[in-house]
Nanobody
């Protein structure tokens, strides 16, 4: 089970840190990812991280602004979001990959958190 938190309302240029707690079956040997979704649109890839944190990947739209990280001991996943823009407004979901690596494809993920809303005001 994945539980995302940390969303909220922030002004343009502000920062937020999202957290995702994995309970029950551990995710420490799985890649993890963050996706986001706005009403009427597909769930879009944001960032992913491999099982040991050694490999990360980002959507072009967030490169240089967002940082994904994880704490395998605490079974936690994080997304540090800086210099937020109105177009970052969305519900953000954390997810556990079926593989040890992360992936930009939603079909690679077998478990999803409930989502946390991020709203960036202009």
């Amino acid at each position: 089970q994945l539980q995302a938190s940390g969303g909220g309302l922030v002004q343009t240029g502000g920062s937020l840190r999202l957290s995702c707690a994995a309970s029950g079956r551990t995710a420490s040997n799985n890649g993890m990812g963050w996706f986001r979704q706005t009403p009427g649109k597909e769930r879009d890839f944001v960032a992913s991280i491999s099982w040991n944190g050694g490999s990360t990947a980002y959507a072009e739209s967030v490169k240089g602004r967002f940082t994904i990280s994880r704490d395998r001991i605490k079974n936690m996943l994080y997304l540090q979001m800086n210099n937020l823009k109105p177009e970052d407004t969305a519900v953000y979901y954390c997810a556990k990959s079926r593989y040890a690596s992360g992936s930009s494809s939603a079909t690679s993920y077998v478990a999803w958190g409930q989502g946390t809303l991020v709203t960036v005001s202009s």
